[in-house]
């Protein structure tokens, strides 16, 4: 059986991190789930000019993030982990909070309440007091924040080569094992 990945995209920016989380899932043998948000598609299109479907093209199973009683929403659906890519402020309170008020915080909560691992992928700056209280909030339920700060010791030379990097480590987070992160090598 392959590996799942269930993937949130909301409506921070940062689409690409979600976009290339899905194809580079795919080209591992990843079986991906995708859940994103009305904000979140509203962003995949000013940022990468795709619309619902040109993004739900890119996963193994798409959900409408209403469809709360969809397969990811159970925790007898074996998933290797969650990450949301982006994740908006609005998201994480949610996650934070329990509210389980659509298909991607209720993937969310049972990801964290079956012990799997859940990564957010964070964005916003400043950050403000609520903020860091949710990422502790979530942190201390055993889920991971991880925000998609590029990594520049490996030398990219794009933008492309930045979300990659930062992508290939969060799968290797997520306990997908053929992911290859660049090894740091020293200044």
Known sequence: MPQRLV?????A???????????RARELGVETHLIATPA????AHHELGLDRSALEAEASHAYS???????VASGS??????VVAPCSMKSLA????????????????????ERRRLILMVRETPLNLAHL???VAVTEMGGICFPPLPAFYHHPKTIDEMVNETAE???????ITAAQPKAWTGL
């Open 40 to 43: 979140g598609i509203l962003n």
């Open 94 to 113: 949610a996650i934070a909070h329990g509210l389980g008020d659509n298909l991607l915080t209720r993937a969310a909560d049972v990801t964290l309440k």
């Open 13 to 23: 920016t940062g689409a690409a991190y979600g976009l290339r989380l899905l194809r």
């Open 169 to 175: 480590r969060v799968l290797e987070l997520a306990g």
């Open 133 to 135: 209280r949710n990422m």
């Open 77 to 82: 659906f074996a998933t290797a982990a969650m």
């Open 65 to 71: 993030p209403g469809d709360i009683g969809a397969c």
């Open 7 to 11: 993937v949130g995209l909301t409506g």
